[in-house]
């Protein structure tokens, strides 16, 4: 620690010096909503088969871990029915 520089010789803590933040310069409202737009405009927009495409891959996902998690708590749930009988 003391090669770090996080302590002194007698093993005290030494403190680093916290640089100071850059001051922002603020902007209005109609200059932050056009900035905002001229960057949407640099975004690259999914076509339309794409998002379908990813869309469907999403649900079947979805649709196989609902089933393996259902599958799971079916069978917990008989088998602890069958070993908790009353």
């Not at 010789?9 to 310069?25: F, K, L």
């Not at 905002?36 to 649900?59: A, F, G, H, T």
């Amino acid at each position: 620690m003391r090669r770090m520089g996080a302590v002194n010789d007698q093993g005290a803590p030494v403190r680093q010096p916290v640089a100071p933040t850059q001051a922002r310069e603020r902007v209005g409202a109609f200059q932050y909503i056009r900035e905002v737009r001229d960057e949407m405009r640099k975004v690259s927009w999914p076509k339309w088969p794409e998002v379908r495409r990813y869309s469907i891959i999403v649900l079947i996902a979805v649709l196989i871990v609902t089933t393996y998690v259902f599958g799971l708590d079916s069978l917990f749930g008989i088998l602890s029915g069958w070993l908790y009988k009353d």
